[in-house]
């Protein structure tokens, strides 16, 4: 773990990036002068030179790219914390951390949890120190790094720590770094063993009927990719995708070539979808399938979803969506009671250019035992509004 860290400090100092352990791998290695011994990570960080988050988004963003072409598999939590993923020789997976640190009208700033006065000159140049035989750079002045992070009492062992990030500090992060998390421990949990992994299967037939002439399907928020599997054995080159990160405990047909992919993350999507219109030859030769994922958004999400699909539509796809239109035993936390009417869809396509027919509604009994109505619909570009009028609906 600690080599794997290592490894990518060299990367990010070869992007021309001052980069260090920080988190539970700084003390675990300043208080024990070893790893902790709860740890299933190890942490790191780069010190950027810009301040402002465009910039530093821009940043992150040309560093993903970079170690993606260098062959990593990567995880983005926020434009300021991307996972980076390694197996050891007995197969088990553990991971880096990589941190964005900056500095901003006289704060050190280092997300998820640092905010802090007095650190201008105590990260660089880095220090050295020595960790299970593995030379590491560390930040100029460690204690008064983890100072920073963990409070005075950092050197005493604490099992009831926990971080309380100040409200103002966690809105900046928030606001400025986003966040490519919200419930997917719950999605990946609630696909645990469940089979299609999908609500209801409406949608599938007409796919099945958009796909004639066309040559593939793309299927976002796939679940266990029975979906997939189904167009598949039609005959149709498929390409799934979910948020969920690690779902999948059954069988291997149903899980293979389910990918990765954050309908939060616009252009990480559209880089996914733009790639697979490539495979067949254009956007014209794809039918894009949307299973009750759009009710499961938040509102930012959905709009960029929304954004995504338009993206799709006007480069020649069809876009069918399938959400349910009622209310089930309604819980927050539970995206799957959520849902979407009609009439609050093309409210919300509107100011987007776009609109949505309705293709089939019918009735299903959720996993709750509720009766609900279920909607399939088909996206379409809508040109006969004037800019002024979507403007003024945005208003």
Known sequence: MVRSAAELIRELESMGLPAFVVGGTLLGARRDGRLLTHDDDADV??????EHPSDLVTEAHAIEQRLRARGYTL???????????FGDPSGEEYYVDIFTAFYKNGYFHEPIHVRARGLDKKIVPVSRLTLHGVDVPAPRNPDAWLVACYGPGWRTPDPAFRFD??????????????????????????????????ETTLIRDHVIVAAEGTRAVI??????????????????????????VKPHNSAAPVNAGVEHINLANYTDTASYLLSAFDVVGGASGCVVSANHVLATLDGPTRRTAYELLRLALRGGAQVLVSDYAELGDYRFEDPRTW?????????????????????QMAHHVDRDGV??????????LDDSRTDDE??????
């Open 45 to 50: 960080a780069y010190l950027s030179a810009h």
């Open 75 to 85: 995880l983005r939590h926020s434009w300021s914390h991307l996972q980076v993923f």
């Open 165 to 198: 990030t100040p409200l103002p500090t966690r809105r900046r992060f928030d606001g400025w770094f986003s966040s490519f998390d919200m419930r997917r421990e719950f999605w990946e949990s609630t696909l645990q063993g469940t089979g299609s992994g999908q």
């Open 219 to 244: 299927d976002l928020g796939a679940g266990l990719g029975a979906d997939a599997v189904f167009y598949r054995d039609a005959g149709l080159a498929c390409f799934a995708s979910d948020y969920a």
């Open 339 to 359: 849902h979407l009417d009609e009439t609050t869809l093309l409210r919300e396509l509107s100011p987007l250019g776009l609109s949505a027919t309705t293709l």
């Open 371 to 380: 009766r609900r109505p279920v909607h399939v619909s088909a996206l379409v």
């Open 390 to 395: 979507r403007s003024s609906t945005l208003a």
